[in-house]
């Protein structure tokens, strides 16, 4: 009888032990089971991480382009509002002219290339088209009708302290941009004194003065 209990006895706890593991190994299967998306989950984070850091990154890339593509010109001549303008790339001479106000009645459009893209730094010229008395051809230097085609009454000299860029651009070798740098001047200097103040403007020398003297005044 001793010996039937001992075995008995090893069965029943045979059973427990197997009932115990078989328990166990549930609970490890269900554990490992759910901790593998949070798993994946903490893997998959530094790549999303990684992401918006390299769409961050490429936002000040994006700004320096748009910068970049700005360009700054100087119109100048026949236009109504002649300066500093700041374009975009790609655009062209008629675009400067129009920011400019657009040409003038005595622009000569034809002179010029208006599809002509622009490249930051230039200048653009806008030339004007001067008429003879007789309303056709350019006037003869020296002559009074080269004034007077300007807006000046005919034998009238011109004010270098009042005169417009297109009446000055009307003397006989003065071009727009000379025009405009004797208006520069008297603009940071104040009126002309006299004539041979004239020389003080650039690309203006002594004989040029001379020839301009009987046409205009101070």
């Known amino acids: 009888m001793p010996v039937n209990a001992s075995r008995s006895t090893l069965l029943v706890v045979g059973c427990v032990l197997l009932a115990v593991l078989a328990l166990a190994g549930n609970r490890l299967a269900k554990t490992g089971t759910a901790s593998a998306p949070d798993v994946a989950a903490e893997l998959g984070a530094p790549n999303d991480a990684a992401g918006a850091s390299e769409i961050g990154a490429s936002a000040p890339g994006a700004t320096a382009a748009t910068t970049a593509s700005k360009l700054v010109v100087h119109v100048v001549g026949a236009v109504r509002r002649p300066g500093l303008y700041d374009l975009r790339e790609g655009q062209r001479v008629a675009d400067a002219v129009t920011r400019a106000g ?14 002509a893209p622009l490249v930051d730094g230039t200048q653009v010229l806008v030339p004007s088209r001067l008429t003879g008395a007789g309303g056709g051809g350019a006037p ?11 807006g000046a009454p005919a034998g ?19 071009g727009p941009v000379t025009a405009q740098k004797i208006v520069d001047y008297r603009t940071e200097n104040g009126p002309f004194a006299s004539v041979d103040d004239l020389d003080a403007v650039p690309g203006i020398g002594p004989t040029r003065i001379e020839n301009l003297r009987d046409l205009v005044t101070p």
């Not at 657009?102 to 599809?115: E, H, W, Y």
């Not at 009042?162 to 006989?172: H, N, R, Y």
């Open 102 to 115: 657009g040409a003038t009645r005595k622009a000569d459009l034809a002179a010029i290339n208006l599809a």
């Open 140 to 150: 003869v230097a020296g002559s009074a009708a080269g004034v007077a085609s300007a």
């Open 156 to 174: 009238a000299k011109v004010s270098l302290s009042t005169a417009t860029v297109e009446q000055l651009d009307a003397l006989p070798g003065v």
